[in-house]
């Protein structure tokens, strides 16, 4: 994912209401990045009075170099899974970075400038794997596939390493849900 | 957990071998403090080259006021599994600190002006639950136990909460086991 930073750093940042895997979506997202892309990386939550409203977010920094700041400044990729994290971080987003929505959770994106993409993520899971719980696996495929943020094998082998036992193959279901959506988006043009 | 520090702020350090469940034992603590204790925290991964070779580190910085850096400067505690996690980290815990290892698996602590525990930690999982998947709770137990660093109610609420469903009370046994190590050390004096 290229961006305008005069280092190669990357930004994503991962948000809904608890229960929804983020955090663990943002683990596999580092562990893809730091373990399978060979880059550094860094993984944050960050809990304030928030934590206790059910929100939920994580956040990943991806670089070639030495991260000096764990965490996002300017996100180039939004995922918001609820109208409410949609609300809070939709503005700080980067001119021309990606705002990837549920569009059956999330009605309104107040954001110019920027690439807003919406799908039915927690359908498409219940679809792929009949299983909502797989979400974040497909927001994960769609969000990769859309931005490169790290390489399909890479973020593949760690929703795999994370996966509980017995669950890999319907969780590579979920991710390749996602990956379909996003070269769909992108063929549209 | 008092400390020197002009804020109220906590440091806690988790390492060890990937696969001990040290980033969830993060997430928990992180949990803990924010949820169910009410107060601020962060909870990071940094994922360098290290963590190719399987090791696993997690931090958590918990505090009443604002939290301006959200990595570990200077452990207040830390927990290491494995001898390359001790090694690594064990100069960085502050004087006066916790330095927590599985004694099975740590033979040397290089530090000094700290106070050492030495817990066979996953014998201790197996024995109280027969799942060695459960050392990083018993972990949690030891180091909430030994420094206060969240209160016992959080911390059995948060576990509770991210337990796969159906193993909830066998997490509650391995929290437990590791209290009651906590309770003998300081009973000891």
Redesign the interface.
């Known amino acids: 994912m290229s961006n305008n930073k005069s280092i190669d750093r990357t930004e994503i940042r991962l948000a809904g209401e608890g229960g929804q895997g983020m955090?663990l979506a943002g683990?596999i997202l580092?562990?893809a990045?730091?373990?399978y892309d060979?880059k550094?990386?860094?993984?944050?939550?960050?809990?304030?009075p928030e934590?206790?409203g059910g929100a939920s977010r994580a956040e990943v920094v991806i670089s070639n170099g030495e991260?000096d700041h764990?965490?996002v400044i300017n996100a180039d990729a939004l995922v918001a899974l609820s109208q409410e994290a949609c609300d809070k971080y939709a503005g700080n987003v980067r001119r021309d970075g990606w705002i990837i929505v549920d569009d059956e959770k999330v009605g309104r994106v107040l954001a110019s400038h920027v690439k807003i993409v919406r799908f039915p993520i927690m359908r498409m899971a219940v679809e792929a794997t009949g299983k909502a719980i797989t979400t974040n696996v497909v927001a994960l495929g769609v969000l990769v596939g859309l931005t490169n943020a790290v390489s399909r094998e890479a973020i593949e082998k760690a929703v795999v390493k994370r996966a509980?036992k017995g669950t890999e193959e319907m969780n590579m279901k979920a991710l390749a849900a996602g990956f379909e959506a996003a070269q769909d988006y992108i063929g549209r043009g």
Chains 1, 2 share one sequence.
């Open positions: 955090i683990i580092g562990e990045a730091a373990i060979s550094n990386a860094t993984q944050t939550q960050s809990y304030g934590a206790r991260i764990p965490e509980p």
